[in-house]
C-alpha cells in the first residue's frame, strides 16, 4: 500500500522536474518575457521545493527509504529511468533553489538591457533546470546528460558578455569541459559493457573490486574533477570567473562545482565505495592540504577582486579533499562534508555577488583602486566582510559549525592512531587563518583614509541581494542540526 506521504514525494519529485523544464522552455520561446518567467519561476521552484521537503521530512525514515526512487513512465530499472531522492539530494535542491532565488533577484539588476535578458534568462533557467536534473538522476548516463546541459549552458553563461577576455575564459572552460564529459563518459560506458546496467543502485548490488570497476573509477572522478575544478586540474576557474558576469560567477562556484563535486561524494559512497582504501584517502587528502595552500597563495597574490574569490574557491575545496582520508576512519563523516559544502555555496555566492556590485559600481575591480568606492558602499563592504567571516569560520557562522565537525573529525581520526591524521588537524586549523588573510585584504582599503566615492549607480537588488545571502550563510549554523539530520535520510549510507 502506497503511504500519502510517499505518493506525494513520488508525484513531488517528477513535479519539480517538469516545472523547471517548462520554465526554461517557456523562456525560451518567448524571450521577450523571459525575465518574468524567470521571477516568477524562481518563486515557484522555490516553494515547490519548501513544500517538498516538509513532505519529506515528515514522511519519516521508513516511509521515506520507500519513496526515494520514482520510475518515469512507470517502466523500472532497468529499462526505464529513475529519480532518486533521498537526504542528500535533498539538501542539494534546498541549497540550490535558494542560491538560484538570490541569483535571479540580482540578475534583475545586473542584466537589464532588453537584448541581453532575451539570452540570459534562457540560459540561467535551463542551467538551473539541469541542476535540479542532476542532483535526483538515479542513473548513470542520464548523469552525463544533466552533467552537459549544465556545463554547455554555464559555458553560454561565462561568454555571455562577448568580450576577449569572456570568450578566451568560455573557451577554455569548454575545452576542459569536454574533456572532463569524455572521460565521465567513457567510465559510463565501461561499467555498462561489464555489467549490462546503468541504474547506480543496480550498479552498486553488481559491482565487484576488479580492473573494470578500478578503471572506471579513475575515469569518472577524473572528468569530474576537471568539471568540479579541483586541485590540481582547476585551470579554467580563474580565468571563467574573473571574465563572467557577477551572478554567473556566483553560480559557477556556489552551485556548479557543487554538482560535481556532489557526483564524486554519491560515486564513492555507492558504487565505488569497495574501492575506497587508506592509500587513496592519503593521497586525495594531501591534495587538499595542497589546494588549501596553493590556492590560498593565489589569494594573497592577485590583483582583482574577483580573480581573489575565484582562487579562494579552489582553496576551500581543498577542505573537501581532506575529509576522503577522515570518512574512511568514521564513515559517518560525509555528512560534514555536505553541510561543509552547503555553507561555501552560500558564502561564496554572496562574496561574489558583492564583488560583482562593487566592480559595476567602480567600472573595474582592481582591488588597489577599488578603496574609495568601498568606503562609499558599506552596506556591500558589510556583506563582502560577512560572507567572508563564514568562509574564515568565525564563531557564530555556519563556517565555523563546518569546520569545527571537520576538526572534530579530523581529531577523530588522530585518536583512532593515524600519524597523518595530524597533517589534517594542521591544515583545517591553518586554512582559517589563510582564508583570514585574503578576506582581510579584500575588505581592508574600506578602513583606509582617503576619499568616499559611490560611483555609477546601482539597482536596489543588486546593493540588497548580496547582504541577505550574506546573512543566509552567517546563519547557516543555527540549521545545522536541520541540514545533518536531513543527511541522515539517506538509506545505505553510514
Avoid at 523544464?21 to 518574468?36: D, S
Avoid at 514522511?59 to 523500472?76: C, H, I, K, N, Q
Avoid at 557564530?396 to 600519524?419: I, P, R, W
Avoid at 585584504?441 to 545571502?469: C, K, N, T, Y
Amino acid at each position: 500500500m502506497t503511504l500519502p506521504g510517499e505518493a506525494w514525494l513520488t508525484s513531488g519529485v517528477a513535479g519539480l522536474i517538469a516545472l523547471s523544464l517548462l520554465l526554461a522552455v517557456l523562456a525560451t520561446v518567448w524571450p521577450r518575457q523571459a525575465h518574468r518567467i524567470g521571477i516568477a519561476g524562481a518563486l515557484a521552484v522555490n516553494a515547490w521545493v519548501l513544500v517538498l521537503g516538509a513532505v519529506f521530512l515528515n514522511a519519516g525514515p521508513e516511509p521515506m527509504a520507500a519513496a526515494t526512487r520514482v520510475a518515469l513512465g512507470s517502466w523500472e530499472a532497468p529499462l526505464g529511468l529513475m529519480l532518486h531522492l533521498d537526504g542528500l539530494a535533498m539538501t542539494l535542491l534546498a541549497l540550490t533553489a535558494v542560491v538560484a532565488l538570490a541569483t535571479s533577484l540580482y540578475s534583475l539588476g545586473y542584466v537589464h538591457d532588453r537584448i541581453e535578458r532575451r539570452q540570459f534568462w534562457p540560459l540561467w533557467l535551463w542551467l538551473w533546470a539541469g541542476l535540479n536534473m542532476l542532483f535526483v538522476s538515479g542513473d548513470a548516463f542520464n548523469l552525463y546528460i544533466t552533467l552537459e546541459v549544465v556545463s554547455l549552458t554555464a559555458v553560454a553563461l561565462v561568454a555571455f558578455t562577448g568580450t576577449a577576455a569572456a570568450v578566451s575564459g568560455a573557451m577554455r572552460y569548454l575545452l576542459v569541459n569536454l574533456l572532463g564529459s569524455l572521460s565521465f563518459l567513457m567510465g559510463v560506458v565501461l561499467l555498462f559493457g561489464e555489467h549490462g546496467v546503468l541504474d547506480l543502485v543496480l550498479l552498486e548490488a553488481r559491482a565487484q573490486v576488479g580492473p573494470t570497476e578500478r578503471m572506471a573509477a579513475v575515469l569518472m572522478t577524473a572528468g569530474l574533477m576537471l568539471k568540479a575544478a579541483l586541485f590540481p586540474v582547476h585551470v579554467w576557474l580563474a580565468p571563467a570567473h574573473g571574465s563572467a558576469p557577477a551572478p554567473v560567477s556566483a553560480v559557477l562556484s556556489g552551485l556548479v562545482v557543487t554538482g560535481s563535486f556532489y557526483l564524486i561524494l554519491r560515486l564513492w559512497m555507492g558504487v565505488f565505495a569497495p574501492l575506497a582504501t587508506p592509500a587513496f584517502g592519503v593521497l586525495i587528502g594531501l591534495l587538499g592540504v595542497a589546494a588549501l595552500v596553493w590556492g590560498s597563495a593565489q589569494a594573497l597574490r592577485a590583483g582583482r577582486l574577483k580573480s581573489i574569490v575565484a582562487y579562494s574557491t579552489v582553496a576551500q575545496f581543498g577542505y573537501l579533499l581532506i575529509a576522503f582520508p577522515l570518512m574512511l576512519v568514521e564513515p559517518t563523516a560525509w555528512r560534514v562534508v555536505v553541510f561543509f559544502a552547503v555553507v561555501h555555496a552560500l558564502a561564496k555566492a554572496a562574496v561574489f555577488l558583492a564583488a560583482g556590485t562593487l566592480q559595476h559600481a567602480a567600472g573595474h575591480d582592481r582591488l588597489v583602486d577599488l578603496g574609495d568606492i568601498l568606503r562609499g558602499r558599506l552596506r556591500t563592504v558589510f556583506a563582502l566582510g560577512l560572507a567572508g567571516v563564514s568562509l574564515m569560520g568565525l564563531p557564530f557562522t555556519g563556517g565555523f559549525v563546518a569546520k569545527y565537525l571537520l576538526l572534530e573529525a579530523g581529531l577523530g581520526t588522530v585518536l583512532a592512531g593515524s600519524a597523518i591524521g595530524v597533517l589534517w588537524v594542521i591544515a583545517i586549523a591553518g586554512g582559517g587563518l589563510l582564508a583570514a588573510a585574503y578576506v582581510l585584504r579584500m575588505v581592508a582599503p574600506a578602513f583606509h583614509q582617503g576619499r568616499i566615492r559611490r560611483g555609477e549607480a546601482v539597482s536596489a537588488w543588486m546593493d540588497w541581494v548580496p547582504l541577505g545571502l550574506a546573512l543566509v550563510a552567517a546563519a547557516a549554523g543555527l540549521s545545522g542540526t536541520l541540514v545533518l539530520y536531513t543527511l541522515s535520510l539517506t538509506p545505505g549510507a553510514p
